[in-house]
């Protein structure tokens, strides 16, 4: 076999000169299409504790799924089950699975009886009918029954029955909560909070505790008879039947002196004498 001449080795180490220049071009065009690195401190770890993947929200493995049995409104459940589904992104279609599998006691037997009525219901239906079955009764004028709710013992108490009927209400602006809520709390205590005037309702909730505890104070100094002192109600701080003190005078009876100086300076008298 005839060695190469110089021509040939020439040529072809031009087209192994063009070969090399083309794949350099290509791999740069490749670097430049491909995205840069994310800078983010949270990086493409999978789906750890509170990591993000991207733009996506982190997704949380060890949270808890909530249970409900019946003895509650199911509203703060129905709550509870929605935030879960938006953070952990489950489908649609496993959302009334993962709730009743979470379903004791009564809501289980419950649920098993709409599934032989009407078979797997919707999200939106299953929640309309745990609030027809656990929920408070029917309510015309929820509204209507926020306004008149009214305080008839403690703060603490008219709070919570206050918070129980607020979410079914609908929406209202922050100011219209401050105000039912300032309305039910009754007067004085009522113009006291709006003398302060509150900007949010967590705040009017919290003057109404404070202004209630100097309230109660004020009405315990008033009810204290004159002159009480912690040790009992006499001034002195001692019983008035306790022994008088050496070298004093203690008082007797006008009727039982009077008699006492009689029968010492009188000699008796004996009938048929004189």
């Known amino acids: 076999m005839a060695e190469p001449s110089n021509a040939d080795i ?8 063009k070969s090399m220049a083309t794949m350099q071009q290509q791999i740069l065009v490749l670097q430049q299409a491909q995205p840069p690195p994310s800078t983010s401190q949270s990086g493409t770890r999978g789906f750890g504790f509170g990591e993000h993947t991207g733009d996506r929200p982190p997704r949380f493995q060890k949270l808890d799924f909530p249970k409900f049995d019946g003895k509650s409104d199911p509203l703060a459940f129905i709550n509870r089950c929605e935030s879960y589904f938006v953070q952990q992104r489950i489908a649609a279609e496993e959302q009334v699975w993962m709730a009743s ?3 004791e006691g009564s809501a289980q037997m419950w649920y098993i009886q709409v599934q032989q009525s009407e078979g797997t219901p919707s999200w939106r239906r299953f929640t309309e ?11 015309s004028n929820p509204m209507g029954e926020l306004m008149a709710c009214r305080r008839t013992g403690t703060v603490a108490e008219y709070q919570d029955r206050f918070e129980a009927l607020l979410p079914r209400a609908g929406p209202l602006e922050e100011v219209q909560r401050i ?7 009754g007067p004085p205590l009522s113009h006291d909070v709006e003398m302060q005037n509150p900007q949010t309702l ?5 003057l109404a505790r404070k202004l209630e505890i100097r309230e109660q104070s004020v ?12 040790r009992g109600p006499w001034p002195s701080g001692r019983s008035r039947l306790a022994p008088s003190p050496a070298g004093s005078t203690t008082s007797r009876p006008s009727g039982a002196g009077s008699a006492h100086r009689r029968s010492s300076s009188t000699p008796p008298q004996h009938c048929g004498d004189g």
């Open 101 to 103: 599998y979470n379903l």
């Open 202 to 206: 967590i705040v009017a909730m919290s």
């Open 10 to 17: 020439a040529k072809m180490m031009s087209e192994l000169t």
């Open 129 to 139: 009918l745990l609030n027809l079955r656990f929920g408070p009764p029917l309510r």
């Open 219 to 230: 009405v315990a100094a008033t009810m204290a008879p004159p002159g009480a002192s912690p």
């Open 179 to 185: 105000q039912a809520f300032t309305a039910g709390l």
